[in-house]
């Protein structure tokens, strides 16, 4: 059975850091782009940090760019995003998504997987 399962999410105080976790299984994980994005109530779900098969390639959106880190470790199949200097705005529930063979692409219908989310509150 291929799925995504994102863990770590929480609420913490503007300002405290994060990391999040996402485990794959039934894909060989080494063979797919991984991305973040994140989705607030009422909101279109937008990009957060990608990054290549290798690893060596990660982008970022601006708002997250300096405070967010994304990194993978393919022996483990999981990546990560650690969040740092995190903001109000930053409230949101996070997806992970992998695409087979791809680039790090910042737009969500080039996944083909994406896990069910977890939720990151910052309060003000």
């Known amino acids: 059975q291929v799925q995504l399962v994102e863990s770590g999410g929480g609420l913490v105080q503007a300002g405290g850091s994060l990391r999040l976790s996402c485990a794959a299984s039934?894909?060989?994980?080494?063979?797919?782009?991984t991305g973040w994005f994140r989705q607030a109530p009422g909101k279109k779900r937008d990009f957060v940090a990608s990054i290549s098969m290798s690893g060596r390639n990660t982008y970022y959106a601006d708002s997250v760019k300096g405070r967010f880190t994304i990194s993978r470790d393919n022996g483990k199949n999981t990546v990560y995003l650690q969040m740092n200097s995190l903001k109000f705005e930053d409230t949101a529930a996070y997806y992970c998504?992998?695409?087979?063979?791809?680039?790090?692409?910042?737009?969500?219908?080039?996944?083909?997987?994406w896990g069910q989310g977890t939720q990151v509150t910052v309060s003000s």
């Open positions: 998504a992998a695409d087979q063979h791809g680039l790090g692409s910042g737009t969500p219908n080039r996944y083909e997987l």
């Open positions: 039934g894909l060989t994980f080494s063979t797919y782009a």
